[in-house]
Every structure is written in structure tokens, then in C-alpha cells.
């Protein structure tokens, strides 16, 4: 077990790893600089959430696994099944169905695929 002081810069900084995540999956597309980066991050979104999804859960997160095993060391319990739903309720005050967060989370993920499968597709039709 990491001592206390390790645990706490631990799950602070998986907050913000994971925060940085979500804004580069939901933002990056919007400016061409951040594209590519947008794009391998949301592939290695997609593989976690489809491709381990398959073993462990549709939509599962490793890293939302990491630090929710952080979280647990240091005593929190009742942790809810999405880091998303953790957010909203811990950190912003809305409690809403576990269900229809998910419903949301999964409709803005295809909607970001849809956006950056179209946006390949159109800046390679511009290039040939």
C-alpha cells in the first residue's frame, strides 16, 4: 500500500489526467492543431470502452478502474459506476439516474465519432 501523501497526489492527479482526457475526446476535434491528437485519444477511448468493454463491461474505463482502486486505499466508498457521473454529482452537485448519464455519455461518444470519421474523410477528399 503508497503512503497517504502518495495516494492524495494520486488521485489528484488521475483527476486532472482524466479531465484532460475528456476535453481533448469532446474539444480536440474543433481546431486542426488538435486533431491527430483528438483522434488517438479517442481511439484508445474506443478500445477501452468497446474493445476491454467486450471482458469487462460495455464502456468500461481502465482508468476510471485505476482511480476509482485509488479512491478505495483511501477510504471512499460508494463510488458510482462512471467517472462521469462522479464528476456531476461529487464535483458539480447534480445528482441524475445513473442511466441517463450513461445514455449521454454514449450519444456525445458516437456523435464525436461521427464528427471525426467525417472530418477524415473530408480532409482526405481535399487532399486527392
Not at 484532460?20 to 484508445?44: A, E, F, S
Not at 468493454?53 to 466508498?77: I, M, N, P
Not at 441517463?100 to 465519432?113: K, P
Request: glycine residues 10%.
Amino acid at each position: 500500500m503508497l503512503p497517504q501523501w502518495l495516494l492524495v497526489l494520486c488521485d489528484h492527479g488521475l483527476m486532472m489526467f482524466h479531465l484532460v482526457i475528456i476535453g481533448i475526446n469532446v474539444l480536440g476535434w474543433i481546431w486542426l492543431r488538435t486533431r491527430p491528437l483528438q483522434r488517438w485519444v479517442l481511439l484508445l477511448t474506443t478500445l477501452s470502452w468497446v474493445g476491454l468493454g467486450a471482458f469487462y463491461g460495455l464502456g468500461y474505463c481502465f482508468l476510471t478502474d485505476w482511480h476509482w482502486s485509488v479512491k478505495r486505499q483511501l477510504g471512499e466508498r460508494a463510488l458510482p459506476p462512471s467517472y462521469i457521473q462522479y464528476i456531476l454529482h461529487n464535483k458539480l452537485g447534480f445528482n441524475f439516474p445513473d442511466y441517463w448519464v450513461d445514455v449521454g455519455t454514449g450519444t456525445v461518444f458516437v456523435l464525436l465519432l461521427l464528427i471525426t470519421v467525417g472530418q477524415m474523410f473530408r480532409s482526405r477528399r481535399s487532399a486527392a
